[in-house]
């Protein structure tokens, strides 16, 4: 287990050590999670410590584990843990039991493990920010890992026409499908079935690139076919400029395109309002993060 980076702070009371926080990753010294949670902190006057923890997947547990024991009040999961979150917590939320993904476990006054999600609400919440239609519009989500879990009940719930989830293999989409399948129909294919799946129903004007693959600058194997006239793409990852999804979109003429600054802002707010009871105002928080870059 290993801390990146020195962390982020709000100046506690003289004699009140402050509570700690973090985020969990592997990678993880790109997160601006630290970023977000100070100002958060600061503008709420909530005395608390936030920091960056990478820890590779055969760690997860034990090292985890290990850090609540010596006295962390709650944790960001981010990739590769997401699912091994939600094995983990001792509780599950509503939320994160349908999403089989956890991306905020929190220690409660008994000593327990409570596992939320917040990323749907995230997605949701920057997808009104950004006036990002859903409600009747084909949506494709590349990727079927913990990302898509956390975010496929708020989608289904703003009745798109269709949903679809393309992945390199096919038995962890059909996977999702099955799991998703009393909330709404979804069409779960590999990105080698896209094609098909196009010619037979048309193109996405929703698309959502939800793989880790951005993260070492690659891409799903799909092409330029997948985007309706006027479709909106956006990437769950961020990054200090366009992500690799996001400039690939936008080099085929996609005019609409966002990555996932705007969500990891919001999942974020939940997470804390979770921790603390207080929610933070996100409009201040996103300036800040332009000003940024």
């Not at 034990?62 to 944790?75: H, I, K, Q, T, W």
Request: glycine residues 8%; contains cysteine; aromatic residues 8%.
């Amino acid at each position: 287990m290993s801390e990146t980076t020195r962390p982020a702070a709000v100046h506690a009371p003289e004699g009140v050590a402050p509570d700690r926080y973090g985020v969990v990753g592997h990678p993880i010294a790109h997160s601006r999670s630290p970023f977000i949670h100070a100002r958060f902190a600061a503008a709420t006057t909530q005395n608390l410590i936030y920091d960056r923890y990478d820890i590779a997947p055969e760690r997860f547990e034990a090292d985890v584990r290990a850090l609540f024991a010596a006295g962390l009040r709650g944790l960001n999961v981010t990739v590769p843990h997401k699912e091994a979150a939600a094995r983990l917590a001792d509780r599950l939320t509503d939320r994160a039991q349908r999403a089989g993904a956890v991306n905020t476990l929190a220690l409660q006054a008994d000593g327990r493990l409570l596992g939320d999600n917040t990323d749907g609400a995230g997605l949701v919440a920057d997808f009104e920010f950004l006036r990002v239609a859903v409600c009747d519009k084909r949506v494709l989500i590349l990727g079927a890992g913990g990302a898509t879990r956390g975010i496929l009940a708020p989608l289904l719930g703003k009745n798109p026409a269709a949903l679809a989830i393309a992945n390199r293999r096919l038995p962890r989409a059909t996977e999702l499908q099955q799991a998703f399948a009393d909330l709404a129909p979804i069409v779960a294919c590999t990105y080698e079935d896209l094609p098909r799946e196009i010619a037979a129903h048309g193109a996405f004007d929703l698309v959502i690139h939800a793989t880790s693959a951005g993260i070492e600058g690659k891409l799903p194997a799909v092409d330029a076919s997948i985007f309706a006239r006027g479709a909106y793409a956006y990437d769950l990852g961020y990054a200090a400029t366009d992500t690799p999804f996001v400039r690939w979109a936008r080099s085929v003429g996609i005019e609409h395109a966002a990555q996932g600054l705007g969500m990891l802002v919001e999942q974020a707010a939940e997470s804390f309002f979770l921790w603390r009871g207080v929610r933070p105002d996100t409009t201040a928080v996103r300036a800040a993060l332009r000003e940024a870059g």
